[in-house]
Structures are given as structure tokens and as C-alpha cells.
């Protein structure tokens, strides 16, 4: 495969110091590889093979690894001000300027260093506000790795419609606070409120579900979720980790004109520098006051770092033309993608959004929920992406997952990645 003598020997030493060497557990790969260096649309690994990377480390790098100028704002932040962990910085204030500013629903902000923290936070809020337990999420959706919402993301067809944990030591009394429902399914979320809306203190929903690729929501469905969580009293939030800032700078819900009760961002906010954010109406985030009843902690919460990268991307953002250059460069890699296939005779449908392409190895059809993807060829689509990887194309080789251009990837890099694309396709064993 890939792997040579310095990557295996770097990946078996952290084999015997980090658990399954690696530090999240979705970031091993079925050959040892270790990263050594990335620059713009680049990685390189300890052999000093060169990959171009649509990985984006799960999408964070939207304007190309190690931007020189947010790396300057971090360097010029921290020549300043490190970590005070007392009153508040100029950097936060400003920051929380600026996401007031773009956000719609963010009449108040809160700093934090990952979604799944963001998250938590949003429905410990939201069962506050309202002295309810339940929530509901959508099957096929990820929240992250708290216990109320790891569950149900890319499960087997036999554990579609009932309870799917993620991990073992999960709470049970957690899980069964929890309803899954699927996802662009008005009537099912209707259903669900009439019978036990009473219950329930908040919906959480991945606006486009990208962690199982590019799914998009039908706008009636969205709306229908804001009506109906206003009509029962249900906290509604929009998990933007993924899309926010990617999609635009204001999230989604700047794009769809459906405005949630709370959203959480992380991910391309800071082009990869560790730093989240919880924003919402006011008469909700102001219960995190201190002495207003809902707790809200963290030392590196608002670390100048993660603030000065975050206020470094938006300024390389505002334009509009890293977006622009973003979109049009995914739209040509999935119209090439379409078009090789069709020639080939493979079955394909490549899904789209934004700066977001997925190759879903099926015939097109309809993709609106997470039980429209098992028509995907999961051994096709685990193939393609272990022989683009071997081809210094590095699309991360699990089923599902999206790929993302960044603004240092180049019309050049596309019109290669295609090439190569012909190449492993024309090569696709029939078997498989």
C-alpha cells in the first residue's frame, strides 16, 4: 500500500504509546501512514510522499493548510496575550462582534475548543430552559462524543430504527432520553411532538448532514421544524460544525433564511485551529451568566490562539471569493466525476454542496435520508478512495465521508484528480 519504512516505523511507535495510534479513533487507516508536514493543498508523510488533500482533516482547512496569514494573526496574538483565564480579552469581544454580526441567530456567543462541546452545551441549555429531558436527532447524523447524541450515525440496515450506540460504557438512562427519527421526515417529526412533546426540550439537527456525505435538507422540512418547535415549546438547534463558515460565514441558516433558537460552529472557523462556538437568542444564552443557573467552564475557552485564527479566517472570507473559488472548483470535480463514471458505465451519483463532493457508488435516485445511502456500494466506495490515496489523491477511505476543496486547491489540482479518477475507475475490478 502506501506505507514505507519511515511511516510504519513513526506509526508503530505510536502504536506503543497512544491506543490504537491514534488520537481520535476515525483517524486510523488500513495501512500506517504518519503525517509530517501540510502546506496549502498538501500533506506530506514521513517518507515525503506528497498527497493532495481533499480530506481537510474532516473539513476544517478551508483556506489551505497553514494560511500564512492566519498563521501571522495567531503568531502576532501571541506575542501580545497567551491565556488569561480571568474577566475577558479584546480578541473575544471582537470575535463575538463579527459572529453577531453574520450569524442571524446569534444575538450572544460562547467560545469554546470542539463541536462536541458546543453541543453539549446547547442541550444541557436547552433542558434547562424548558425542565424537559428528551431530545430528538435525525438517523445518519453526528453530534459528537457526548452520550445523548453518539448514536445512530452510519449504522447497519438492521439497526436503522432503534437504538445504535456508538461506544460501549454509554449511560442507558442517556440513550433512552434520546428519539430517532429520520431525517427530512416532516411527518415523523410531527407525529413525534404530538405524542410526547411535553418531554421533549430540544431537536438537534446537522442542517446538511454531511458526515454521512452531502444529504440535503428540503427546505419545507426545515421550516417545519422551526414552526413546530415553536408551537410545543422545543429548543431548536442547527449543529453547524460542518457547514458553518464552509458554506458561508454566517452558516446555513444565513443561506436558507431559517433561523434556529441555538447553532454550534467549530471546524472551518479557525482553518484549523482548536476553537468552537455556541451562539443563540439572548433570553436562552443568558441563563450561562454566571448565577443564572446553567454552568458554562472551560480554561482554554476564547484561547487567544483559536480567536486571533478565527478573526484571521473571517477576514480572508468576507470577499465572498474563497467561496466563489471553492464552489466552482467542486462543481467541475463532481460534473468530472458524473461524467467519467457515466462513460465507464459505473454507477454513481455525486452529491454536492458548496466546497463539499461525495461519489456515492449507486444509481441516481433520491438521497434524503440516511436509508436512501444503503443503495451505496460500500466495497466500490472504499476501493475508489484506498486507490486514489495510493495515487497521492487523499480522499479519506471510509464510506460515506465527504471531500473538500479548500482555496489553495487549483483548477490544475482538479483537472488531475480527474485524470487519476479515469485511471483507478478504468481499473475497478468487475467483482466488486
Known amino acids: ?23 481520535s479513533g476515525n483517524r486510523s487507516l488500513p495501512w500506517p501512514i504518519a503525517f509530517v508536514r501540510a502546506e496549502g493543498a498538501y500533506l506530506f508523510d514521513a517518507d515525503d510522499q506528497q498527497y493532495l488533500d481533499y480530506h481537510a482533516a474532516f473539513g476544517p482547512i478551508i483556506l489551505g493548510h497553514n494560511h500564512p496569514r492566519v498563521n501571522a494573526a495567531v ?13 475577558v480579552t479584546d480578541l473575544e469581544v471582537e470575535l463575538a462582534t463579527r459572529l453577531n454580526r453574520y450569524i442571524p441567530c446569534a444575538e450572544r456567543v460562547l467560545l469554546t475548543n470542539s463541536g462536541s462541546e458546543a453541543t453539549y452545551a446547547a442541550l444541557r441549555l436547552a433542558r434547562a430552559v424548558t425542565g424537559r429531558t428528551r431530545i430528538i436527532k435525525f438517523q445518519g447524523t453526528y453530534h459528537g462524543w457526548h452520550d445523548a447524541v453518539l448514536m445512530n450515525v452510519i449504522s447497519a440496515p438492521e439497526k436503522i430504527g432503534q437504538y445504535d450506540p456508538l461506544s460501549l460504557g454509554m449511560l442507558p438512562d442517556v440513550i433512552r432520553q434520546t428519539i430517532v427519527l429520520p431525517f427530512n421526515d416532516t411527518e415523523a417529526v410531527a407525529e413525534t411532538l404530538q405524542r410526547q412533546g411535553e418531554e421533549i426540550a430540544a431537536i438537534i439537527v446537522e442542517v446538511i448532514p454531511h458526515n454521512i456525505g452531502c444529504v440535503l435538507p428540503r427546505l419545507d422540512f426545515l421550516q417545519a421544524l422551526r414552526n413546530l418547535t415553536r408551537e410545543y415549546g422545543v429548543v431548536l ?29 467549530a471546524k472551518a472557523m479557525a482553518n484549523g485551529f482548536p476553537i468552537a462556538a455556541l451562539v443563540g437568542r439572548a433570553e436562552l444564552m443568558d441563563r450561562f451568566a454566571p448565577g443564572k443557573g446553567v454552568f458554562f467552564a472551560g480554561t482554554y475557552n476564547g484561547h487567544s490562539a483559536g480567536v486571533a485564527a478565527a478573526l484571521a479566517t473571517i477576514a480572508e472570507l468576507e470577499s465572498g ?51 436512501d ?40 489540482d482538479i483537472d488531475r484528480t480527474l485524470d487519476i479518477a479515469r485511471q483507478v475507475l478504468s481499473a475497478m475490478p468487475a467483482h466488486i
Open 237 to 265: 438547534i442547527f449543529d453547524e460544525v460542518v457547514t458553518g463558515f464552509r458554506h458561508a460565514i454566517g452558516g446555513y441558516q444565513s443561506i436558507v433564511g431559517v433561523t434556529p433558537d441555538l447553532a454550534t460552529f
Open 321 to 371: 471569493e474563497v467561496h466563489r473559488h471553492c464552489f466552482a472548483l467542486a462543481q467541475s470535480a463532481a460534473d468530472g466525476l458524473t461524467r467519467i463514471a457515466a462513460e465507464l458505465g459505473i454507477p454513481m451519483t455525486v452529491a454536492r454542496f458548496g466546497s463539499v463532493f461525495v461519489p456515492y457508488f449507486m444509481e441516481p435516485g433520491p438521497i434524503e435520508n440516511y436509508t
Open 75 to 87: 503568531v502576532e496574538a501571541l506575542n501580545r496575550i497567551d491565556i488569561i483565564g480571568a474577566g
Open 373 to 412: 445511502l444503503l443503495r451505496n456500494s460500500t466495497a466500490r466506495d472504499v476501493w475508489f478512495r484506498k486507490k486514489m490515496c495510493e495515487h497521492g489523491i487523499f480522499m479519506i477511505p471510509t464510506a460515506l465521508k465527504r471531500n473538500h476543496v479548500s482555496a489553495a486547491h487549483t483548477p490544475a
Open 1 to 23: 500500500m502506501i506505507a514505507t519504512v519511515a511511516n510504519a516505523a513513526l506509526a508503530e511507535r505510536a502504536r506503543q504509546v497512544i491506543p490504537g495510534g491514534v488520537n
